[in-house]
Structure formats: C-alpha cells, structure tokens
C-alpha cells in the first residue's frame, strides 16, 4: 500500500526560518602555455566541458591571450572530476596543459 510523502506534494515549502542554501561552486580554470596545441585545448574543451566548437574555441584563444580562463562553473565534485579529466588526457599526450579549480 502506498503511503502519502507530504515532502514529496507539489507546494510543500520549507519552513520560513529554515536556510535553504546552495551548494558552493567552483570555477574550472585552464591555464595557457607554450606546447599545448591549439586543437588539443578545442577538443579538451568539447568534450569535457560540453562546449560548441564556436564557444570552446572562444574559451581557448581567451586562454591563450589573457593566461588564464574559466571553462565552466560547477559544485565541487563535478569540478574536481573534470579537473582530474583535464589533467589525465593531456598526460596521455604528453602536453603541459594545466586545469584548476577555484571557489566562486
Ligand atoms: N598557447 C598555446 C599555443 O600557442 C595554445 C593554448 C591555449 C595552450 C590554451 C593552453 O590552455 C591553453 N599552442
């Protein structure tokens, strides 16, 4: 038999003196040097961060002018994967590339 979940109902609202707060965000950072191709940053981009070839190309000539560059802002574990991604396929092809992660 199933059993009503009011925690489930549709219009249920926290409790005006419960905080209802946000998990805190990372922003992921990509950082420029002199080995790593232009493609490679493209692709990286694309494929890890879901970027158009259009944007991810933006972020990565943005990189490569200014030294740094977000790729994207997310909670912490999600960054940190993406971070660890980052850093895993570029060791696999022998580039420098280097990707961080801050708080917002
Ligand atoms: N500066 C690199 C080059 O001229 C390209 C590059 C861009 C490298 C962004 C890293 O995060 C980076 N080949």
Known sequence: MSQRNPELEEG???DSDEE???PP???VLLLNDDYTTMEFVVEVLKYVFYKSLEEATRIMLN????GVGVCGIYPYE???TKVNTVDALARERGYPL???????
């Open 63 to 66: 990189v490569h002018r200014n």
């Open 25 to 27: 965000m990372y922003k």
């Open 98 to 104: 280097k990707c961080t992660m801050e708080r917002e």
């Open 78 to 80: 999600i960054a940190e």
């Open 12 to 14: 249920i609202k926290p």
């Open 20 to 22: 209802v707060t946000e």
